[in-house]
């Protein structure tokens, strides 16, 4: 309920939580100067906005004892704009905050401790901007913290410590920090007791669960971390050397289905004498047995350990897990799946009685196993799960979406159009390279050194094309960096107050808070 300020003398109603009225001063009058028994009193040492303890009166003799603060209306004049707020509103919502102190002193130590004192409106006045004291007048009648859009985050970030209200108030809506938060929210992360109620191995399967989802930082989720990322490079090692032509021995098959399969025993492929040479094959003209080179063996007793573990490990996750849904469909799990997919679908075949050779007869199979050969390189995002770095780029790609898009739009249009000029240049011109508007596609996007325009013309369009180019590539680029800057100092200042919460004395205990920082990025 608002009412005009110069009606000093109505009574309050206790029922009404909250009042807000605003009051334009004269000019003429001197009503901001301080009242003449202020003038002649020494500064306050508490000038330090960010020193919000050191401005906060702890002597026992400055609260009330004998009042119920929760039956009056506490008055502020906010520069110049008065408030009425119900103290029982503020006791709720911020006890501790700079206002929920002021209600518990008694009306000396107030006058002593605010800005000054307006005796015709018993009102506390405070020489703070009145605007963005607004969104913490609303924290106080509704509990929830915003920040209009108008107002500078930075500047509201130093309101919010002067009058003590924690950050962490604000509104999902609003918080920079619920948007890139690494530590996901309690329900969907850390899960509590709850939500094993009634599941066989309740308390196994939690502790498992904080184990192997990493809200436990205990020794056992560094073992099972150290593990789990061994046999990631392990599986990624593998299949990088299993590639390399002399870690690879030869093989020989044949085409013919009642032939039996030899496997070869001369060490190196011939290269002469009627022989057929390639990367991967070695094939005698006019013979039906071929020879392919094909991974040593050991890389597939490597291959096959890894994924029995990976297999071992999802499983286990998923038995813990008390939402099997959700965990299904969380990215890292999806990647998890991905990567044990190629060995699973192989066992199935085998249970089916293709196995071997018989692959190669039925050829959707034989291409199937190829695909999801290939997906073995996804298990290097299993990474991400273990990695703060690789997680904070991830954010970074997530909060960069708007610019990425911005990008995709500008970089096709530019395609489009430089293609298609030095295309209708070049493609009269002999031996030329453009062919088509797609085959010019290729030359603005990968090929501008490769692929010449011979026209001075077609030449004047390349060079366009290169600087278009630089300009579309630079601005993002500095936008993701400033992005990720700003996503790794939320993620330490989360880790810091989350440590600090813990502990409580951050400086008795701030070797180990930077080796919590050094770990966590």
């Known amino acids: 309920m608002a009412s005009n300020s110069s009606d000093s003398n109505a009574v309050d109603d206790p029922g009404t939580s909250v009042e807000m009225v605003h009051h334009h001063f004269n000019p003429h009058e001197p009503i901001l100067e301080e009242p003449p028994e202020l003038l002649d009193k020494p500064l306050k040492p508490f ?38 707020i119900r103290t029982r509103s503020i006791l709720k919502y911020g006890p501790n905050t700079l206002l929920g102190r002021l209600c518990r002193m008694d009306h000396e130590h107030r006058r002593q401790w605010a800005d000054g004192y307006f005796e015709d409106s018993d009102e506390y006045f405070f020489e703070r901007v009145p605007r963005y004291f607004d969104p913490i007048y609303d924290f106080y009648a509704a509990g929830k913290l915003h920040v209009p859009k108008d107002l500078c985050f930075e500047k509201f970030m130093a309101e919010l410590r002067f009058w003590a209200v924690s950050k962490a108030k604000m509104d999902e809506c609003c918080s920079p920090f619920a948007q890139y938060c690494i530590m996901r929210k309690m329900p969907a992360d850390q899960p509590e007791k ?39 490079v392990l599986s990624i090692a593998a299949l990088i050397l299993g590639s390399i032509p002399e870690f690879q021995v030869p093989e020989t098959r044949s085409s013919n289905p ?78 998890d799946l991905l990567a044990i997919m ?31 050969r290939v997906l073995r390189v996804v298990r290097i995002a299993k990474l991400g799960r273990f990695s703060p770095g690789l997680a904070n780029f991830a954010l970074t790609l997530r909060k960069s979406k708007k610019q990425m898009q911005m990008v995709a739009i500008v970089l096709l249009t530019v395609i489009i159009f430089f293609s298609t000029l030095v295309y209708f240049l070049e493609k009269d011109e002999p031996n ?18 490769k692929w010449v325009p011979q026209t001075a013309a077609g030449k004047l369009v390349g060079g366009g094309a290169i600087i278009c180019g630089v300009m579309v590539l630079a601005l993002p680029i500095t936008i993701m960096v ?23 004395d951050q400086g008795k205990h701030r070797k180990k808070m930077n080796g919590m920082l050094k770990t966590n990025f």
């Open 194 to 232: 709850d939500h094993f109620i009634g599941l066989r191995c309740a308390k196994i399967r939690r502790r498992l669960w904080l184990i192997l989802e990493g809200h436990s930082h205990s020794r056992w989720w560094k073992l099972f971390e150290i593990t789990s990322t061994s046999f990631v």
């Open 432 to 449: 030329t390279q453009f062919t088509s508007i797609p085959a010019a596609f290729w030359w603005c996007l990968f090929s501008q050194t």
């Open 47 to 84: 000038t330090d906005p960010e020193d919000v303890e050191a401005r906060m009166p702890t002597e026992k003799s400055s609260f009330k004892s004998s009042i119920k603060v929760e039956d009056i209306i506490l008055r502020l004049n906010i520069g110049g704009s008065s408030y009425r």
């Open 258 to 335: 009642h032939a039996t399969v030899i496997p070869a025993t001369f060490p190196t492929y011939p290269k002469v004498n009627g022989y057929t040479v390639s990367t991967t094959t070695v094939v005698k003209d006019g013979d039906e047995p071929r020879v392919e080179m094909v991974e040593h063996p050991i890389f597939n007793y490597v291959e096959n350990i890894c994924v029995v573990y990976f297999t071992f490990e999802y499983l286990l996750r998923l038995w813990v897990a008390p939402k099997k849904l959700g965990f299904v469909k969380e990215f890292l799990n999806i990647i």
């Open 342 to 372: 190629p060995f699973m679908f192989e066992v199935i075949l085998i249970l089916v009685g293709i196995s071997g050779d018989n692959v190669r007869k039925v050829r959707w199979a034989f291409l199937t196993v190829r695909l999801l």
């Open 482 to 504: 400033s992005n990720f800057m700003q996503i790794v100092k939320l993620r330490e200042e989360k880790v810091i107050k989350k440590y600090a919460q813990q502990h409580g």
